[in-house]
């Protein structure tokens, strides 16, 4: 059964993607390891053994970090990141929080994000009725923001955010905030 032209179809989408790059980060910001894609992104090699000083490396770091410090609210974290070489997506995960004996590490997933096309953000609030400020809490959602970010640069609660993703969840008839994006860029 072939999939209407208006339908993305996965398996293509899966067989363009890059490996992700993966890096384990220690508590002091160190690289503890980086599987070859990241070493490549990060520029991490024999003559720069360190995480790398470009602005790829230095958004990791500060991802990491933020999951470290707590600042993001919970044991993970999310950002886009866009140079010159292209569109980045950050995923970063404490590993063993708490664990006695074990020192507490990050691990930060780094992909390739293809943004063939900027997603029309009127078309999306027509499309599923939100209001503007739903609108707004949505374009932050897509460019990686997390909850903490969008309630500072909307100048309204994390609660207040909190319930406009739900709504907008709702609305969009969306399971999870990933399904949110995958059908902003679907659409």
Known sequence: MTQPPFEPDPLAILRKRRQPGLVLIDEQGGLVSANTEASALLQVGESAPGAGDGP???????????????????????AIHEEAGGHFGLRAQLLAPGAPGVQPMVMVLIETVALE???????????????????????????????????????????????????????????????????????
């Open 56 to 78: 790829l490396a230095r958004q990791t770091r500060l991802t990491a970090r933020q999951v470290l410090t707590g600042t993001t609210g919970g044991q993970c974290a999310y």
């Open 117 to 187: 096309r900027e997603v029309d953000f009127d078309a999306v609030r027509r499309r599923y009725h939100t209001s503007r400020r739903e609108q707004d809490v949505v374009r932050l959602l897509y460019y990686g923001k997390g909850n903490k970010e969008i309630a500072e640069l909307l100048f309204i609660s994390e609660y207040t955010v909190k319930d406009h993703i739900k709504t907008i969840m709702s609305k969009m008839g969306a399971s999870s905030r990933s399904e949110v994006l995958y059908k902003l860029v679907a659409s």
